[in-house]
């Protein structure tokens, strides 16, 4: 238990850092409220715009008066983290899980220091943990907790049944975050469901060593989903062009199933720094 409240800590004064110098006004700017509310009347001023005149508070006044709005700020967002055995895995230094928990960390804080509410599902080949959105810095450290200290119960990953999920629990518009590595199939059309109600972003994190195979003779691997186990020869230019290939391919499907879906993308690397990405992912939304 001190170690978990160790690595919580860790986790918090990293992550916290990066929110207050970095990511507070990008993630503010970057995910928007649910609308504009009326806020109060005030008196007419030259350069007003005349659609907002209220001629109710005008009429009784004899004075003109405009109605003024404000963005309603207050945000739902919800963490969908994939703990299927495959996130486990990582040769640069950190794993997959590491990333994502710091990632998570990072959304989760930005969201606490905007007020609005942060919410946690993990799911391997079903929901494995749910924690229903709530606001404050206990509740953050909270969902840090549950990550670092999660056991699924099986090492499969079913993305359909964690967006099924999502969509049953979260009756309001909110900001849906997907950390997966995104191997799986068969999830465009309910991610596209989803993404018709909710702010869509997958980011995908991913390992070099998934991608690029070192030449080092004969290699002995283990998938660590099926726990298939299978010697591979690495000397084979061909066989390391196809595993780069299927990495590939299953990168461009993710990318092309959030498009389909009008939703956000961002793939990370693990050995490399999250923040200038994210950031950059941030102003880029900005933007739009």
């Known amino acids: 238990m001190e170690e978990l409240i160790k690595k919580v800590r860790k986790i918090e004064i990293k992550t916290r850092r990066l929110t207050r110098n970095l990511f507070t006004g990008g ?159 068969g999830y465009d059309i309910p991610l596209r469901t989803l993404a018709r109600r909710h702010d869509c972003v997958g980011i995908q994190c991913w390992d070099v060593r998934e991608r690029d195979l070192p030449d080092v003779g004969l290699l002995h691997t283990s998938n660590a989903e099926s726990c298939q186990n299978t010697w591979l020869d690495t000397h084979d230019p061909a066989l390391r062009r196809a595993y780069a290939q299927r990495f590939d391919e299953n990168r461009d499907n993710a990318v092309l199933a959030f498009q389909r879906a009008g939703a956000d993308f961002l793939s990370l690397q693990t050995s490399e720094s999250y923040a200038p990405a994210l950031l950059h992912f941030f102003e880029k939304r900005a933007k739009k």
């Open 27 to 185: 993630y503010h700017s970057a995910f928007k409220g649910r609308g504009m509310s009326f806020s109060e009347v005030r008196q007419y001023q030259f350069g007003d715009d005349v659609r907002d005149i209220d001629w109710n508070v005008t009429a009784r006044t004899g004075e003109p008066h405009i109605k003024i709005y404000e963005e309603e700020r207050e945000l739902t967002v919800m963490l969908l983290v994939d703990v299927s055995g495959s996130s486990f895995f990582g040769m640069s230094g950190q794993w997959k899980q590491e990333l994502i928990t710091e990632i998570c960390a990072l959304l989760a804080f930005s969201a606490d220091s905007n007020n609005d509410k942060v919410g946690l599902l993990l799911f391997s080949d079903q929901p494995e943990r749910y924690i229903a959105p709530k606001k404050g810095r206990q509740h953050t450290l909270r969902i840090i907790r549950e990550m670092l200290n999660v056991q699924p119960s099986d090492r499969g990953t079913d993305l359909v049944a964690a967006i099924q999920f999502t969509r049953n629990v979260l009756k309001k518009k909110s900001v849906c975050f997907i950390l997966s590595d995104f191997w799986a199939d």
